[in-house]
């Protein structure tokens, strides 16, 4: 949950800030290759003509209750949100690599600001884009690199919202400027190219040095000397505070991204201008002034959405539960608004909910036998889930790597779609033929046929053990809070009794993290947080994070000596066999409940804007945006 | 009067301690304590240090709550590390989006209220007082939601009559004059205090009614509309006052369901993301304010018996 979490800083396990709480992205429309695409589908839309008109402002619905309120793009873990980062920190200041290549988590190339990275060994260089400047007109500069790099060294463990324990920067024994624009790093450890470049590399942004200082006329040496970063951190975690002084800043007005932020109120919004010093791309019309409005509900939004005006929005956003169901075969349903193009968005991410795998759990016996949580798998009704609640804007999850947009990374079985369709007859007889048998009185299963043996039971579960489990999931989606009903309605029908408990976000996350998960009692079996894990800023979903033994974000505390070595494999020398072989095994193991991937946005621009196919990592592109007529 | 007066201030400042050392001391026994509460958003040293300096951590709980009591004393209320701003600049944010909002409709409702009571009153048992009551009934029993999505469908989206969401300037004045987005919100919060308002209007003028001194002025030769406004209206007003007081700390809270429905990111719609995300400085800020606000509202309650009725202020308690 990259950062998906991240708003909820109250977990010391970093990585769980990429925990995803709901659906963040502001405006996106994705669309897996060959599938949605933009504006399709919109009956009823304006799309206007063709012919470019330079100029105008565009106004964009920000999610609920997702005002940035960060704008250092050092995120500590607990302002480490989309919101924060890509719909406004990038906007802004450009991390050294971009990614999302249309729909796909890709490296792009284009709005990167240096050159791909050339690997020697474990040598690997980059060199700074000449044309990005900042916009007091010194260059983007080597020495920016290493400027962040250093913060990271000094206060990434406690500070850094993206910080990964054992991982970058601490996989590196030095890095140095050759000249001004070229990086050199030596790499601890064997990593693959692909993976140290979208895990590691992907994390950096580089800082103007007008921001290495202490005081507003104390300047610093961060750049030079780590020990200098943390009092610079300091500085400027605090000059970060107070949204309202942000606009004209001395710092903060400094950028190299496209966009400069002119008007900041939390309840008004956001407003840009476009920066005149930006080198990168941009389309040749682009849009000059872009405002992000923040909102209380998705329903205000709506509103706001239909009924247009003078205080209309040009991109907004439909709720799911007024979604148009697409009709078969399609990706999207007629559009209730018109003069508006539809977009369907999926994050690049993996939707599940956790076992608990913990000494502490008192039901770890169950949880741990791999029967079970494959009988619970054939009663999880993913078409259900898609068709019902999420109105046809949903895609199966099949193994432990994202399954939308379809990339590289998916096994050829996992693209075949469900591994473990709804079947509660199959369900019935697994958990039947390892012993357990329908309590007359209380209508539960029971362990009548204790022991190790294949149709036995299993180990540590003694005889009358009901089979009961306890869920925390966390309400507010309403798609989610049906499915988790749902699967207990499913699962109650062959005698699992699930007893789930809706609690927030924080609570589930505070419940399955906390204290007694380590030290006593840590009584749940299974907790759905909701949209469960985005990839970013680490967008190669290898196992690493989630289910290696001990991984940080290895909630359920999920242990498999066969799947650490088939991770291992990825890590150091990527080939997609290796990949798929460790995704395949995983995917019999159920380490995790698998369960859809909901649509994270659908998308609204009016007709007559062009905004293109939007990135499945939430990141946005106004200035490549522009108004046809 | 004047000694009824400040014995009533001096009431309601020891009610504002006690709330505020009842406020700090839920705090305190929060699982986990305060520290936990408070820094379980906070990542950073100099995070830690605010927190330990606002709330007077690493001391003795007594000690801890005068430290607050001062900082509040002095204006700061807190720091929100979940939203990376001070509370006093949400609550200066919020509070007059939520002013505008609740006062002008307690005000629209009391202003029709008090005729509509008074009417039903008057003609109690006819056709008129049946059909006001049903629709009493009905503004009464409709969940705010359902109402504020019903005009906005109607009134906004369709009819573009009115905005589909709240005035989004700042300032008192932007917002007040910008009555078109101003509208429907209020309307919607109205309805519900509109139809309490005048039921307790119609109950009170009916025992009003009843009263030999009404009888007396009748036979004095007072006719109706000046019976009712002369000789039922003040007594009427009673319960009326009542109910202002009472509401002013629903006033401060505001209201939830039409803030988020009409986009206005008052008073209401802050403290439940607060509670949503635990963020317990804002919490505790403005709980306190809304706290300072009943005491207030119970205050001008009883300053407003004792103008309406004259013998209420010889009373001693």
Request: glycine share 10%.
């Amino acid at each position: 949950m990259r950062r998906a979490l991240r708003r909820h800083g109250t977990l010391s396990l970093l990585p769980l800030r990429r925990l995803r709480r709901q659906a963040v992205a502001a405006c996106g429309g994705l669309l897996a290759v060959g599938l949605v695409t933009a504006g399709c589908g919109a009956a009823g839309a304006n799309p206007g003509g063709d012919t470019p008109v330079g100029g105008g402002t565009v106004t964009y619905a920000l999610q609920p209750n997702q005002t940035p309120d960060y704008i250092f793009p050092f995120t500590n873990g607990n302002a480490f949100t989309v919101a924060n980062t890509d719909t406004f920190q990038f906007l802004m200041y450009r991390p050294l690599y971009w990614f999302g290549d249309r729909a796909l988590p890709y490296l792009n190339e284009k709005y990167s600001v240096a050159d791909p990275p050339v690997y020697h060994g474990q040598i690997v260089t980059f060199k700074l884009k000449k044309q990005y400047k900042w916009s007091n007109g010194t260059p983007v500069t080597a020495q920016d690199v290493l400027f962040w790099v250093h913060m990271q060294q000094a206060v990434g463990a406690s500070d850094w919202g993206g910080y990964v324990p054992h991982e970058f920067p601490t996989n590196i024994s030095s890095i140095r400027a050759i000249g001004q624009d070229e990086i050199k790093m030596v790499i601890v450890g064997r990593y693959s190219r692909l993976w140290f470049t979208d895990n590691e590399l992907s994390q950096i942004t580089p800082m103007p040095l007008y921001w290495d200082r202490t005081s507003a006329t104390a300047t610093s040496d961060c750049a030079q000397v780590v020990s200098d970063c943390a009092a610079v951190y300091n500085y400027l975690n605090g000059q970060s505070k107070n949204p309202g002084t942000w606009p004209g800043s001395p710092l903060w007005s400094i950028v190299d991204g496209p966009w400069k932020l002119v008007s900041y109120s939390a309840q008004q919004g956001l407003a840009f201008k476009f920066n005149a010093a930006y080198g990168g791309p941009a389309a040749k019309h682009h849009i000059r002034t872009f405002v992000e409005r923040p909102f209380t509900s998705e329903e205000a939004e709506y509103n706001v959405l239909q009924a247009g005006g003078s205080n209309g929005l040009d991109v907004g956003y439909m709720p799911t539960v007024d979604a148009p169901v697409p009709p078969p075969g399609n990706q999207l349903g007629t559009n209730p608004v018109g003069g508006y193009k539809l977009q369907a968005v999926y994050v690049w991410g993996l939707s599940y909910f956790a076992y608990n795998f913990s000494s502490a759990d008192p039901q770890l016996a169950v949880a741990s036998q791999l029967y079970i949580r494959q009988a619970i798998q054939l009663l999880e009704n993913q078409a259900a889930i898609i068709q019902g609640p999420l109105h046809g804007y949903g895609k199966v999850t099949a193994g432990p790597v994202g399954g939308y947009p379809p990339t590289k990374y998916l096994s050829p079985l996992a693209k075949r779609g469900d591994p473990y369709p709804y079947n509660p007859l199959e369900a019935r007889t697994m958990l039947a033929d390892h012993g357990w048998t329908v309590s007359p009185a209380t209508g539960t299963l029971t362990c009548t046929d204790p022991g190790s043996g294949a149709r036995q039971c299993g180990k540590g579960i003694t005889r009358g053990t009901p089979l009961k489990l306890n869920m925390y999931y966390s309400t507010g989606t309403s798609w989610l809070e049906s499915a988790v009903l749902q699967l207990k309605s499913n699962a109650a029908q062959v005698g699992i009794n699930i007893l789930v408990t809706g609690q927030t976000f924080d609570q589930v996350i505070a419940e399955v993290t906390g204290q007694a998960c380590s030290s006593g009692k840590c009584p749940w079996e299974l907790a759905d947080w909701g949209l469960g894990w985005s990839y970013s800023p680490d967008y190669m979903p290898t196992g690493d994070e989630l289910f290696q033994t001990g991984a940080a974000a290895n909630l359920g505390q999920y242990t498999n000596a066969r799947n650490d070595e088939l991770i291992e494999q990825t890590l150091h020398n990527y080939s997609n066999a290796d990949m798929w072989k460790w995704e395949n095994f995983l995917t019999t193991q159920l380490p995790i409940g698998l369960q859809p991937n909901g649509v994270s946005a659908l998308v609204e621009s009016i007709g007559s804007l062009h905004i293109g196919t939007q990135s499945s990592t939430l990141s946005i592109n106004p200035e490549e945006w522009y108004y046809v007529r | 009067m004047i000694t009824y007066l400040v014995r009533r201030v001096l009431q309601a400042l020891a009610v504002l301690v006690l709330v505020s050392i009842l406020l700090f001391g839920m705090l305190w026994l929060l699982p986990g304590g305060p520290k936990q509460a408070i820094l379980s958003g906070v990542h950073t040293s100099a995070g830690l240090a605010g927190v330990r300096r606002d709330y007077g951590l690493g001391s003795p709980a007594v000690l801890g709550y005068l430290s607050w009591l001062g900082q509040v004393l002095h204006g700061n209320l807190g720091y929100s590390y979940v939203e990376n701003t001070s509370v006093s600049s949400l609550l200066a944010a919020s509070l007059p989006r939520t002013l505008v909002l609740t006062l002008t409709a307690t005000v629209l409702a009391i202003v029709v209220a008090i005729p509509v009571g008074l009417l039903q009153a008057a003609r109690r048992g006819s056709a008129t007082d049946h059909v006001i009551r049903g629709l009493s009934y009905v503004g009464y029993g409709m969940p705010s939601f359902f109402l504020g999505s019903i005009l906005i469908l109607v009134f906004a989206v369709r009819e573009h009559m009115f905005g589909a969401e709240g005035p989004q300037q700042p300032g008192v004045v932007a917002m007040l004059t910008d009555w078109r987005d101003l509208t429907l919100p209020v309307v919607t919060l109205a309805v519900l205090t509109l139809a309490i308002f005048a039921r307790y209007v119609r109950t009170a003028a009916i025992d009003s009614l009843a009263q030999d001194y009404i009888r007396t002025a009748r036979a004095a030769g007072a006719g109706q509309p000046r019976v009712l406004s002369r000789h039922v209206l003040r007594n009427s007003l009673i319960p009326v006052i009542t109910l202002a007081g009472l509401s002013i700390p629903r006033i401060l809270a505001g209201a939830l369901v039409v803030e988020s429905l009409f986009n206005i990111e008052g008073m209401g719609w802050q403290l439940w993301q607060a509670a949503l995300k635990h963020d317990f400085p804002v919490l505790l800020g403005f709980i306190l304010v809304i706290g300072a606000g009943a005491v207030l509202g119970s205050l001008l309650a009883d300053l407003g018996y004792a103008i309406a009725d004259p013998r209420i202020r010889y009373v001693r308690t």
